[in-house]
Nanobody, 120 residues
């Protein structure tokens, strides 16, 4: 069982920035898929960004140009840098891992979530 621990959430004003972190003690994701999802109030869960085993990142349209997913060189921590935040970015953000080079398919492990609140 892989444990994923998110941190870095909080409350910011519109236009602000936050960086979320996802620590995976004992799990090296350097050549595997990691993703960030979010679920806002009354909304379905949405994949915000993912980075595959080759280091290729893809983003939801809503995140393109504002969010950046990355991971440390050891593959132990995955980040989501969020800039130019908007009130509609308010959600619980979840980190997820898939032990595959590719990000298509189900994710095996999920974090507990971290809350991001953006006020106008």
């Amino acid at each position: 069982q892989v444990q994923l621990v998110e941190s870095g959430g909080g409350s910011v004003q519109s236009g602000g920035s936050l960086r979320l972190s996802c620590a995976a003690p004992g799990y090296t994701s350097k050549y595997a898929c990691m993703a960030w999802f979010r679920q806002g109030p009354g909304k379905e869960r949405e994949r915000v960004a993912h980075i595959d085993g080759a280091g290729i990142a893809e983003y939801a349209f809503s995140a393109e140009g504002r969010f950046t997913i990355s991971r440390d060189s050891a593959g132990n921590t995955t980040y989501l840098q969020m800039n130019s935040l908007k009130p509609e970015d308010t959600a619980t953000y979840y980190c997820a891992a898939r032990p595959s080079l590719y990000c298509s398919g189900d994710f095996n492990w999920w974090g507990q979530g971290t809350q991001v609140t953006v006020s106008s």
